[in-house]
């Protein structure tokens, strides 16, 4: 059997929350968790667009029945994206850079000097690290809420370009997600990257936290 694969042309939605024009202070561009859909995880930043935010959300490429398949139907007809799987990884890779890349030109591209924060929030944080090092983007501040770095990224090429930047991690105090094994894994590779991120510890769990949004503006 012979593996192939063939490019076309493809199109993907994003939602924005927000204005972006000439009075724009801040964008954030937020990705979401895995079997999230970002028009649900944009109105989480609903705070921020209030001060003259605009908040971006794109989509993970593949979306899923979050429910199983019964021999009686689904039981629940809801509907979760996911960034990618272990299953031919690298080239949904090469398709969600391709994508974050083309949603980064559409709206920041007439905006040049409006600062910039990339936000990944659990599989997003592999994500959204994996696009700051890998796309053709310019940013100003880096967000990991409640995951981490990915431990198979290019540290070498991560440090040249997270280095100069402002790096955050959040996470809740009772994430489950986020335990000390995974904390004590967050800094040997912030370590490799070579860079100090601030940490933000919050009283919640695996959520989006609108006091700590607040602080974060």
Not at 90 to 99: A, H
Not at 149 to 154: L, Y
């Amino acid at each position: 059997m012979e593996e192939k694969s063939v490019g076309f042309q493809c199109k993907a939605r994003y939602f924005k929350l927000g204005q972006l024009n000439a009075h724009t202070r801040q964008v954030w561009i937020v990705l979401h968790g895995y079997g999230q859909l970002a028009q649900y995880f944009v109105k989480k930043f609903e705070p921020l667009s209030t001060h003259e935010i605009c908040i971006i959300a794109p989509e993970g490429l593949s979306r899923f029945y979050l429910s199983e398949l019964t021999d009686a139907g689904r039981t629940d007809n809801k509907v979760g994206a996911t960034w990618m799987t272990r299953e031919n990884r690298l080239m949904d890779i090469d398709n969600y850079i391709e994508y974050l890349d083309a949603v980064f030109k559409e709206e920041l591209e007439p905006y040049p000097k409006v600062p910039v924060t990339l936000l990944g929030f659990s599989q997003g944080c592999a994500t959204v690290c994996r696009w700051a090092y890998l796309g053709n983007i310019h940013f100003e501040r880096l967000i990991l809420w409640a995951g981490l770095f990915p431990p198979d990224m290019d540290f070498i090429a991560g440090r040249k370009v997270l280095s100069p930047k402002e790096t955050i991690m959040v996470a809740g105090d009772k994430d489950p997600f986020v335990t000390r094994a995974r904390l004590e894994e967050f800094d040997q590779l912030a370590n490799l990257l070579g860079i100090e991120p601030e940490k933000i510890m919050f009283d919640g769990k695996h959520e989006i936290n609108e006091e700590v949004l607040t602080r974060l503006i």
